[in-house]
């Protein structure tokens, strides 16, 4: 039930930025001709091209690549209780909706005073996403965790993604993180659905 309870701590994470997304649509042509089927809309912008945006912006910024997650695990135990049953039903509904990417490090040389290595090459990937057409959603925040360290956080968008971007700095080690959703399989979640995963 961990495995579950964690997917459900990062997805928490996505519900609380998936009500602010905009609504899609376009424009109807001026003219009344038909669409020559070479401009047809470009195919849909899915979970796999956002797990390569993701392993491409990591590896530029020379982090290892295959830290992207597609989903939650293929089956995430189904729990004792039926409140666990129906949390480890959602994600795994949810599980084509999400791409996940965690990166951890130990390194004596962090504090709380200086920007650690780890927090350099999240930077790094998040300047390498925006050349890839993710635009920053929101100012960035960073905030101190007590006197052992901070915690900043980014969001970003892309065709109808959120990806909320993360780092934790604490003594001796530290983690980058992001969670990518879509808006869209986020927006359908009922209140009950949305109660489940905060609680």
Not at 108 to 117: R, V
């Amino acid at each position: 039930m961990r495995t579950t309870r964690t997917k459900a701590r990062w997805l928490v994470t996505a519900v609380a930025g998936a009500a602010l997304s905009a609504g899609c649509g376009g424009t109807a042509s001026s003219t009344p001709t038909a669409v020559p089927s070479a401009t047809a809309s470009p195919a849909p912008f899915g979970q796999q091209d956002v797990q390569a945006d993701l392993e491409a912006a990591a590896v530029a910024a020379g982090i290892p690549e295959g830290l992207t997650e597609l989903g939650s695990d293929p089956s995430p135990e189904p729990g004792e209780t039926e409140k666990e049953r129906k949390l480890a039903a959602l994600i795994a509904r949810l599980s084509p909706c999400t791409v996940s990417w965690t990166h951890d490090r130990a390194d004596s040389a962090s504090s709380a005073s200086k920007l650690d290595p780890s927090r350099k090459q999240l930077e790094l990937v998040l300047s390498n996403l925006a050349a890839r057409g993710w635009k920053q959603s929101g100012a960035a925040e960073e905030v101190p965790v007590g006197d052992r360290g901070k915690y900043f956080m980014a969001t970003y968008k892309k065709q109808g993604w959120t990806l909320y971007a993360r780092h934790n700095t604490l003594s001796t080690w530290s983690q980058s993180s992001a969670t990518v959703t879509e808006d869209a399989c986020f927006d359908r979640l009922t209140d009950e659905e949305t109660a489940l995963l905060e609680d």
